[in-house]
């Protein structure tokens, strides 16, 4: 099984155009200012394709994708 991927929105490129929640509506939604809201638990595997897809839909590339361990955590090789 894969690492788990976590969706994250930086909050400062984005222009709330709604492409990426349009694009994903099971991984994104709206609030009341039109800026997306991604569910903090990691990206299900089923849900990955929608998620890129998203992620590329965005104008300004708010949409990044991370591990679900924290830095000082991570695995070195």
Known sequence: ???P???VVDRT???GHGLC???APDLLEADDFGNPVV???PIPE???EFAQRAATACPERALTFTSALP???EKTS
């Open 1 to 3: 099984m894969a690492e």
């Open 5 to 7: 991927v976590h969706l």
């Open 13 to 15: 490129a984005c222009a």
């Open 21 to 23: 929640y349009a694009t």
């Open 39 to 41: 569910d903090a638990g």
């Open 46 to 48: 089923s849900q990955l």
């Open 71 to 73: 830095p000082s955590e």
